[in-house]
């Protein structure tokens, strides 16, 4: 097995999000599993099937969304499913209208594009517009999708290339907007006056956040790689003898934002880690450890060992949320050994294989103190529609 330096020196300099792979631990298992070539041989398919993936979000979410509506769902506080702002993050079924609304406001529309890793060349859009925090309708566009083709008003640049051609992410986002409001209002011009966010993320990052194995872990992440700018630097300071060849990190970049941020979704970011990841844990699951689930794992299997990665997550043991809020920083994993707290595994709430990759919703929160983890601490088990709730002795 080659080590994870010799790993991360088979990855050409050509590759503009190198540097950042080895603190995106999803990724980075992939690569440990198949060798970098093979992952990108294969990198134009899996950027297809993180498409497809995205979509079966907004569209389960959307149909959460109508049944709320309609009065009709039983146990939403039961029930969870991916927040489609964005679509990595999961969301307790009886807050998600609430979180929309306090963090996007009462009509906007919101676009999430990939970054190509190579060069930032924008792989596909999706958007979704959304009425007093509930979602009305959505579009995307796929790879190779001439809306990729469109062109800039004033710089003649395509949107797929314009961040290709800016360097600063944050000004290339402000032209692509441009474009995205163009087609908004030929689509939607009944909302042309609603406000409009766009998020772009490098795709590896992207991926990333949407397989990590819980949402504790998911909103660490996330963090991580928006203020990546912020503590890459520091951290490559800190450890240049260790990491010698990651020292391109001393001009790190953010791999995920906004443009323009929401203000107190801005805000948030700029919370310490742990406080960060309490605030929003409180905002979409009240602080509920879920632990997540893929929607299209059979065409992630065609191109990449996505399942057999995520089960060999969950032979190491999934961090407890004190665990996560204390962990330190490391690429190619993080470092959990001076962290005191339970390891958890799915067997101990008497799942098995296929259960756990439905998710499972659990009343464990950062609060919680237990030194063992078991079917006492289960809610309920898969997502969406699909879930079945746990029989508790004083339902």
């Known amino acids: 097995m080659p080590t994870d330096k010799e790993i991360y020196e088979s990855i050409p300099d ?7 792979l080895p603190f995106c631990e999803f990724i980075w298992r992939l690569l440990r599993k198949q060798s970098w070539e093979t992952f990108w041989e294969h990198y134009d398919d899996f950027v297809e099937a993180t498409l497809d993936e ?12 109508q049944e709320l509506q309609k009065g009709t769902l039983k146990n939403p506080d039961k029930i969870v499913s991916f927040w489609i702002l964005p679509p990595v993050l999961v969301v307790r079924t009886d807050l998600q209208q609430g979180a ?63 961040p290709k051609e800016i360097p600063d ?15 908004r209002n030929e689509q939607d011009p009944e909302h042309a006056n609603s406000a409009y966010n766009t998020c772009i993320f490098l795709l590896s990052a992207g991926t990333n956040n949407g397989a990590l194995l ?27 003898k260790e990491y010698p060849y990651l020292e391109p990190l001393k001009n790190a970049d953010t791999v995920q934002f906004y443009e323009p941020w929401p203000p ?7 919370l310490p880690r742990p406080i960060w990841i309490k605030r929003i844990a409180g905002l979409l699951t009240n602080g509920q450890l879920f632990f997540q689930y893929i929607m299209n794992l059979k065409g992630f299997d065609k191109v990449a060992p996505v399942k057999e990665t995520i089960l060999e997550m969950w032979e190491d043991g999934a961090p407890s949320p004190q665990m996560v809020l204390n962990h330190e920083i490391k690429p190619f994993g993080y470092e959990y050994k001076k962290v005191k707290g339970p390891r958890i595994y799915y067997w101990d709430f008497g799942l098995k294989e296929d259960d756990v990759l439905k998710g499972f919703l659990t009343n464990i929160t950062f ?24 029989k508790k002795d004083e339902d």
């Open 214 to 240: 819980s949402n504790y872990s998911e909103y660490s992440w996330m963090w991580e790689g928006i203020n990546m700018h912020k503590w890459a630097p520091k951290f490559i300071k800190n450890h240049s």
């Open 264 to 270: 107190i979704f801005y805000q948030l970011t700029k």
């Open 367 to 390: 609060d919680t103190k237990q030194e063992k983890f078991d079917e006492s601490n289960l809610i309920s088990i898969g997502h969406g529609l699909e879930t079945k709730f746990v």
């Open 14 to 20: 050509w590759v503009y999000s190198k540097p950042y």
């Open 54 to 65: 995205l979509i079966l979000r907004m569209e389960e979410a959307i149909k959460i969304s």
């Open 100 to 162: 929309i609304r306090l963090i996007y406001g009462n009509s906007a529309d919101i676009s999430f594009m990939a970054a190509h890793d190579h060069d930032k060349e924008i792989q596909f859009v999706i958007n979704f517009h959304f009425e007093q925090g509930l979602a009305t309708n959505y579009w995307y566009i796929r790879p190779g999708d001439e809306l990729l083709e469109k062109r800039h008003m004033k710089l003649g640049t395509k949107l797929k290339d314009i």
């Open 169 to 183: 992410f944050h000004e290339a986002a402000d032209k692509v907007l441009d474009i995205l409001k163009d087609i």
